[in-house]
Each structure stands twice: as structure tokens, then as C-alpha cells.
């Protein structure tokens, strides 16, 4: 099992920008893709962005394009959330995830969650 906490969020103007950390411990070598999430209030959660661990390899959902950055650490066993040029429409929990699937992209295919972390952007 692989445990995950998240850390960085807050609130932040638009056209700001916040990092988030995912720190991964316990089975990490199981680990082939960290995700990050969304859920704002009364809407589904939703994928914003993935890496395959071994690769780098990134892939994104077409809202935040150009404007956030997913990347990780590997020595570290942590993945990291840049997020830059906010919009209100931001405003979510996010939430890390991991798989053992290399091509994971959807909810289900996700073992592992984060607690979450608020991320309020302001008009």
C-alpha cells in the first residue's frame, strides 16, 4: 500500500501561483504513475494532470495547458503540482494519487489517495 500527502495549498489571487507537493511513502516501488485530481463543490472529481514515474513522461487535461507543470523527485518519492496563472475556476480540493498502471488517467484506475488540499483562487 502506498500512502500519500499532500501539502501547498491556499489562497491566491488570479494570475497567481501555488506548488503542490504529494509525498509518497510505504510501497512506493509499486508506484508507475502519480495523478493529481480536482473536486470543486458540488462537481465530479476530475483529472488535471499525470506522470509515469520511470519516464517523466507528462500528460494534461486541455484546461490547465501551458499553465500548470507536473513533475516529481524521484529520490525523494514525491510529485509536485506547479500551478501558475490561476483562475477562480481553479478553486478545488486537489488530490494526489498513485497507480500502478503505467497509463492510468481516469479515477478508477487510481489504488491510492491523498487526504487533499484546498486551493482557493480569488477574482
Known amino acids: 500500500q502506498v500512502q500519500l500527502v499532500e501539502s501547498g495549498g491556499g489562497l491566491v489571487q488570479a494570475g497567481g501561483s501555488l506548488r503542490l507537493s504529494c509525498a509518497a511513502s510505504?510501497?512506493?516501488?509499486?508506484?508507475?504513475?502519480m495523478g493529481w485530481f480536482r473536486q470543486a463543490p458540488g462537481k465530479e472529481r476530475e483529472f488535471v494532470a499525470a506522470?509515469?514515474?520511470?519516464?517523466?513522461?507528462?500528460y494534461y487535461t486541455d484546461s490547465v495547458k501551458g499553465r500548470f507543470t507536473i513533475s516529481r523527485d524521484n529520490a525523494k518519492n514525491t510529485g509536485y503540482l506547479q500551478m501558475n496563472s490561476l483562475k477562480p475556476e481553479d478553486t478545488a480540493v486537489y488530490y494526489c494519487?498513485?497507480?500502478?498502471?503505467?497509463?492510468?488517467?481516469?479515477?478508477?484506475?487510481?489504488?491510492?489517495w491523498g487526504q487533499g488540499t484546498q486551493v482557493t483562487v480569488s477574482s
Open positions: 494519487a498513485a497507480a500502478n498502471s503505467y497509463y492510468a488517467h481516469s479515477h478508477s484506475d487510481f489504488g491510492s
Open positions: 510505504g510501497r512506493t516501488f509499486t508506484v508507475n504513475t
Open positions: 506522470i509515469r514515474w520511470s519516464s517523466g513522461s507528462t
